[in-house]
C-alpha cells in the first residue's frame, strides 16, 4: 500500500466517520448505545462497518478476505467503543453542558480515529 493510498484512505475514513457519525446516525441509534446489546447501537456499529467496506474496497481491491475481517472488528470495536462512552457518560449524569461530557466525547472520537490507523496498518502488514 503505498503512502498516496494510506492518505486517500485515512481522508475517505474521516468523511465516512462524519457521514456515520453525524449525518446518518439517528435518535434510536443515539438512544440505544448506553444499553448493551440493544438493536440501534448495533446498527449504528454495522453502519460504520459498511461505509468502511466501501473505503476499504477502493484502497484495497486485491484483500477481500482482509477486508471482510477489518470490517467485522471493526463493528465489534466500534460498538463497545461507543458503548463504553454511552455508558460512562450517563452513569456520571453528564451533559452537553459539562466539560467532561466533552473529554468523554473526545476520547471516543480519537479511539475511532485510532482504529482507523490500526486497520490500515494490519492492510499494510497483508500486504
Known amino acids: 500500500m503505498s503512502g498516496a493510498a494510506v492518505l486517500v484512505a485515512l481522508a475517505l475514513f474521516q468523511v465516512k466517520h462524519y457521514l456515520a457519525d453525524f449525518h ?37 481491491p486485491s484483500m477481500p478476505m482482509v477486508v471482510v475481517l477489518l470490517v467485522l472488528a471493526e463493528i465489534v470495536v466500534h460498538y463497545h467503543i461507543d458503548w463504553i462512552k454511552a455508558r460512562g457518560t450517563e452513569l456520571r449524569g453528564l451533559e452537553q453542558d459539562d466539560r467532561a ?19 490500515l496498518a494490519i492492510l499494510i502488514a497483508a500486504a
Request: aromatic share 14%.
Open 24 to 60: 446518518y446516525q439517528s435518535a434510536w441509534m443515539v438512544a440505544s448505545k448506553g444499553h448493551y446489546g440493544r438493536w440501534g447501537g448495533v446498527a449504528h456499529a454495522g453502519l460504520h462497518g459498511g461505509l468502511s467496506l466501501l473505503v476499504l474496497i477502493v484502497v484495497a
Open 101 to 119: 461530557f466533552w473529554r468523554w466525547l473526545g476520547l471516543d472520537q480519537a479511539a475511532h480515529h485510532l482504529t482507523y490507523i490500526a486497520m
